[in-house]
């Protein structure tokens, strides 16, 4: 296996140094207090939803309802990635619960057929690697490497379940063979459910209901919730200052409650213990630093319209790129 980098551990001590002027450690150890009954109440939320989308989407057959249900229940199944990004950081419980943690781990996959492994060694070496082209795996892999608006438009329909699993297996290559092979059968066992799932649906509700309750949902709405929030990453960045590796979103009530807080991703960077419900606090603590670097707030329709519009390139500074 090819070692990587860890490109970010060689700069992540200057950055949190030019931090901690305006950030210091007592607060920092106030935002990474864990409650537990907060994650799952956001669980609770997000089951909640998630049953009464599909509720609508079985009943209505208006497009003026069960649409909108469909959206939310693809905004859902991201949803579900944050939770298991939040378990993979150990941010769910303040005591180590090995089991009860892979066990949630494995639901929150679930929604997305994705491998709660393979996202966890995934995000960890992102983490680790930020900054590299080679080494981090979303930058090497997943960001499109052909800057063609085109091309990026695949990325917000079906395609991108293609594209993802092509570049989890690219990334895959490069584990042990006991990691793939718990990898292969987390797969299989999530698509077969899914697709057991979806045949139950059409047995007992027909086929209207089972694209209405299952299908589009994880094909049309998903992967526009997926690169949408994907966009407010690493795409709109400053290569120069490892700093602003990251692109600053604050976000609206709305994005907050859709995306679980992970428009916060930059912030979440410098401190990926903190969890998911105390990044909007620290995004406000914040502030003064990202004033002192010059790291401006980015809204969602300014990310659609530099990426597709202007056709910006993932991970440059896209102003100086326009100019």
């Known amino acids: 296996m090819a070692r990587k980098a860890n490109i970010w551990f060689d700069h992540a001590d200057d950055v949190l140094a030019r931090i901690r002027k305006h950030l210091p450690p007592e607060k920092v150890r106030e935002l990474q207090k864990i409650r537990p009954w907060r994650h799952f109440l956001t669980v609770g939320r997000q089951f909640l939803q998630m049953f009464v989308a ?21 905004v859902t199944a991201l949803g579900f990635i944050i939770l298991l990004h939040d378990q993979l950081h150990n941010a769910i419980f303040a005591k180590p619960h090995k089991k009860l943690s892979r066990f949630l781990g494995l639901v929150y996959a679930f929604p997305s057929a994705i491998s709660a492994t393979q996202f966890t060694r995934w995000h960890l070496d992102h983490h680790a690697n930020l900054g ?46 006991a990691l793939r092979k718990k990898i292969r059968l987390e797969r299989i066992v999530n698509w077969s459910l899914h697709v057991a799932i979806a045949a139950a649906l059409v047995v007992i509700g027909g086929w209207g209901v089972m694209l209405r309750v299952h299908l589009i949902p994880l094909t049309v709405f998903f992967p526009i919730a997926f690169i ?28 907050h409650y859709l995306f679980l807080w992970s428009n916060f991703h930059m912030e979440h960077h410098y401190f990926p213990t903190v969890p998911m419900y105390n990044l909007r606090k620290l995004n406000l603590a914040l502030r003064p630093f990202f004033e002192e670097i010059g790291q401006e707030n980015r809204t969602y329709p300014e990310l659609l319209r530099g990426w597709l519009i202007e056709n910006s390139k993932a991970h440059t500074a896209w102003e100086k790129a326009a100019s």
């Open 228 to 255: 949408v929030n994907r966009l407010g990453q690493h795409y709109w960045i400053d290569p120069e200052d490892p700093a602003k590796w990251g692109t600053r979103v604050d976000g609206s009530w709305l994005t």
């Open 132 to 177: 590299s082209e080679h080494d981090d795996p979303k930058r090497a892999h997943l960001s499109p490497k052909r800057n063609a608006r085109w091309y990026k438009l695949l990325y917000f329909t079906i395609g991108l379940l293609a594209i993802y699993a092509k570049a989890a297996n690219e990334e895959t290559k490069t584990y042990s063979d």
């Open 54 to 74: 599909g509720y609508l989407c079985w009943t209505q057959t208006n497009p003026f309802i069960w649409i909108p249900a469909a959206a939310l229940q693809g």
